[in-house]
């Protein structure tokens, strides 16, 4: 096909249902600079939901996120007491719970982050300080989605079925927090089938981004660990929580565009 062709062709496709929808998502993506979203969102990760998470692990003794990451990368992210934290501890005493108070706090950053994108994706206001304890819910719904995400990893022991089972189980946790996290950053402004359609996409594209990571990552962690050190850990667990970012922003968008589609899925997100 000739230069001259290939913009009608283009066109063309365009104005079909199909390529409308694949316009309406492409230019969403670009319209929402997905990438900086991303970053910013790997960064809030990074710097306010894992210290929740390790702050959680001292004072419950449940590592089931820290199993996660051993899971992915294929070393220990840190070693804990196997028990519940003991109040008398001088560690425990020197964090106190003003501490962890503290952390609860700076971590409702990344929350705000996430409910920025959910409002430029659907088009509705930011929340303010009165609806502070949206950010509280999101953020420990996250965190303990993290962590229950481990424990799927014992339905694998099923006979014969363990590992579709498996899958399953990280696809229904990945769901429903995804479902309430954007239900409670928008005030309640995206319900029904499209919060739902959001929380699904979300979870099947962060399942598969969990099942790709435990092929490649613990290699590419272990290479980067032998030439720069923590240095390199750090640098990859902060390139795979992008990578999943990027999986959160992406599936709102395509959930919002789709809604707007003239086809049966369309008209189905819309209700």
């Keep these: 096909m000739s230069r001259e062709r290939l913009p009608a062709a283009a066109e063309r496709f365009r104005r079909t249902p199909a390529g409308r929808t694949l316009w309406r998502v492409a230019a969403g993506l670009l319209e929402i600079q997905i990438v900086d979203r991303a970053l910013a969102l790997a960064a809030q990760i990074f710097t306010s939901v894992l210290p929740v998470i390790i702050a959680a692990s001292v004072f419950s003794g449940w590592h089931g996120a820290a199993e996660v990451f051993t899971d992915q990368f294929g070393f220990e992210v840190g070693e804990v007491s196997a028990g519940s934290a003991d109040a008398s501890d001088p560690s425990v005493a020197a964090f106190g719970f ?61 006979r014969y079925a363990g590992r579709p089972l498996s899958l399953l189980g990280e696809i229904a946790v990945w769901t429903a927090v995804w479902a309430l996290a954007p239900f409670l950053l928008t005030k309640g402004a995206l319900r029904g089938r499209r919060v739902w359609a959001t929380g699904l996409l979300t979870g099947v594209g962060l399942t598969a981004v969990h099942v790709g990571g435990r092929v490649a990552l613990p290699r590419i962690t272990a290479n980067a660990q032998q030439h720069f050190g923590t240095l390199g850990l750090a640098f990859t667990s902060v390139s795979w929580l992008f990578v999943m970012s990027l999986v959160i922003v992406g599936a709102a968008v395509i959930v919002a565009a789709l809604t707007l589609d003239e086809s049966r899925i369309g008209v189905f997100l819309r209700g």
């Design 98 to 158: 003003v501490g962890l108070l503290m952390v609860l706090i700076s971590g409702t950053s990344f929350a705000r982050a996430l409910g920025r994108v959910y409002g430029a994706v659907w088009q509705v206001p930011s929340m303010g300080p009165r609806d502070a304890w949206r950010w509280f819910v999101a953020l420990l719904a996250v965190a303990l989605a993290v962590a229950l995400v481990a424990q799927t990893r014992d339905l694998a022991q099923v």
